[in-house]
């Protein structure tokens, strides 16, 4: 069974809070935003997938679910 949470709440509810304060206002910006949140924690990330990610966590309205999610599809194992 794989284990899906890589990340804690708090992480995720500090990431989202990065995000609202301006992160989301400029795709590139929360694309880098996730980036950093994921290497920051041993995980690599390709700048394409953190773009596309970070505008599905946009249209998502930052919902913790989906930037959950969103990070776990984008988080490689180094």
């Not at 708090?10 to 990431?15: D, N, S, V």
């Not at 989202?16 to 990330?45: H, I, K, P, T, W």
């Amino acid at each position: 069974m794989k284990d899906k949470e890589r990340f804690t709440t708090t992480e995720l509810a500090a990431l989202r809070n990065d995000l609202l304060q301006g992160g989301l206002a400029d795709s590139r910006e929360a694309a880098e935003l996730l980036q950093v949140f994921l290497m920051g924690r041993g995980y690599g990330v390709s700048p394409q997938a953190a773009f596309d990610a970070a505008g599905r966590v946009e249209m998502a309205g930052c919902s913790m679910p989906v930037l959950q999610h969103e990070l776990e599809n984008l988080a490689l194992v180094m």
